[in-house]
């Protein structure tokens, strides 16, 4: 029996409906497929740009840390060198007090009247350096009275502020730090005069 054309056409027609159905199944599959991919790609490369950007804010960070612990370093050191030199200029000053008092001691006849001008001058310079009545009290009586001005009550003054072995003697032993008082660098923070003022 000879086929029928028209079944023959539908046949076709229908063959090729098929094979369209699958082909747009295959696009639409490979379309999915491309998206997931360009997502995935796009979700790493987020990742990554939050990954970079949060490294470089632990960056910053950790260089304004730094930094800061540096400056606070610098300022800690230039406060200690700052009490280092003025212990020094306090040592030189108290010194020359003392030499002044022992040059009016050796000169003959002046030496006395010497003292009597020299000994308010010492005692104010010597109360001006470490602000103690009682040590200025005594650098007066020291060149007032004649055989005394050998003792070098300023440079005395100065062992007692600035040595543990005076501080010790006058009770103004200074505390051990405590790790709130250290530096970055973990040495002790420059600490200011031992011997208080008097009034």
Avoid: C
């Avoid at 490979?30 to 987020?46: D, F, G, K, L």
């Amino acid at each position: 029996m000879a086929d029928d054309p028209q079944a023959r056409i539908q046949e076709l027609e229908k063959h090729n409906s098929e094979l369209r159905e699958a082909r747009i199944r295959e696009l639409e599959q490979q379309n999915m497929e491309m998206r997931q991919r360009e997502e995935q790609a796009a979700a790493e490369q987020r990742a990554a740009e939050q990954a970079a950007t949060e490294q470089a804010a632990a960056q910053r960070v950790a260089m304004e840390r730094a930094a800061s612990e540096r400056e606070e370093a610098e300022r800690v050191t230039a406060e200690r060198a700052a009490v280092e030199q003025e212990k020094l200029n306090k040592l030189a000053m108290s010194i020359l007090i003392d030499l002044v008092g022992v040059l009016t001691y050796l000169v003959p006849v002046v030496g006395e009247a010497g003292d009597l001008g020299w000994a308010p001058i010492s005692a104010y310079l010597i109360y001006q350096l470490y602000g103690n009545g009682v040590i200025s009290g005594l650098a007066f009586a020291e060149e007032i009275l004649p055989g005394l001005d050998i003792i070098p009550t300023a440079t005395i003054a100065w062992f007692l502020e600035n040595t543990e072995f005076g501080q010790g003697l006058t009770g103004k032993a200074p505390e051990r730090p405590s790790a709130a008082d250290k530096g970055p660098d973990g040495m002790k923070r420059a600490q200011g005069s031992i011997v208080e003022r008097e009034d």
